[in-house]
T-cell receptor
Framework: DAGVTQSPTHLIKTRGQQVTLRCSPK?????VSWYQQALGQGPQFIFQ???????QRGNFPDRFSGHQFPNYSSELNVNALLLGDSALYLC??????????FGPGTRLTVL | GENVEQHPSTLSVQEGDSAVIKCTYS??????FPWYKQELGKRPQLIID?????GEKKDQRIAVTLNKTAKHFSLHITETQPEDSAVYFC????????????FGSGTRLQVQP
């Protein structure tokens, strides 16, 4: 039984570019949440998807968007990248909102 | 908004000693409190969680206590080992339709052999 998986592992982009990150939830899970973790800080909630809809959003600009597919996998898209978007992007899956298991993350570096 | 304060930010103990990390929260509707361990360069791993209908939960060397009146919860690690060295995050989730975990700022635990 595979856990939560994410791709790619690392990504380097330049300012102004766009990026797409991917997440496959743990088997049996129907909810995917995305978090941004800056160096030395706790994860910050971006948004959560359930039944292919965004159910809740954190304090992130519209440049951050997402999608959930019928197989429960999810994408996080970030447009017009800024230097401050450099972080570890974590996907967490759950059955319902509470017990969340994290993927290994995607390290995004914006130059 | 929701807020979680975590203390201390760093903690150094000798192998075999106990370690205690404390968190306080602001939302009285919070009812789920997980703890995550994150080793350098790795994912946060859920190590223990507690719901508001119990005051304490234990799993081998790890225990969590919850005081809903005072709005604080604590992680206790006994007989610490070098492999316990990591950053530990507390988090909370409410029962008001919120779906986002709110995390503390983390505690870097160093277990000296």
């Amino acid at each position: 039984d595979a856990g939560v998986t994410q791709s790619p592992t690392h990504l380097i982009k330049t300012r102004g570019q766009q990026v797409t990150l991917r997440c496959s939830p743990k088997s049996g899970h129907d909810t995917v949440s995305w978090y941004q973790q800056a160096l030395g800080q706790g994860p910050q909630f971006i948004f959560q998807y359930y039944e292919e809809e965004e159910r809740q959003r954190g304090n992130f600009p519209d440049r951050f968007s997402g999608h959930q597919f019928p197989n429960y996998s999810s994408e996080l898209n970030v447009n017009a990248l800024l230097l401050g978007d450099s972080a570890l992007y974590l996907c967490a899956s759950s059955y319902g909102p509470s017990v969340q298991f994290f993927g290994p993350g995607t390290r995004l570096t914006v130059l | 908004g929701e807020n979680v304060e975590q203390h201390p930010s760093t903690l150094s103990v000798q192998e075999g000693d106990s370690a205690v990390i404390k968190c306080t929260y602001s939302d009285s509707a919070s009812n789920y409190f997980p703890w995550y361990k994150q080793e350098l360069g790795k994912r946060p791993q859920l190590i223990i969680d507690i719901r508001s209908n119990v005051g304490e939960k234990k799993d081998q060397r790890i225990a969590v206590t919850l005081n809903k009146t005072a709005k604080h919860f604590s992680l206790h690690i006994t007989e610490t080992q070098p492999e316990d060295s990591a950053v530990y995050f507390c988090a909370e989730l409410g029962d008001t339709g919120r779906r986002a975990l709110t995390f503390g700022s983390g505690t870097r635990l160093q277990v000296q052999p």
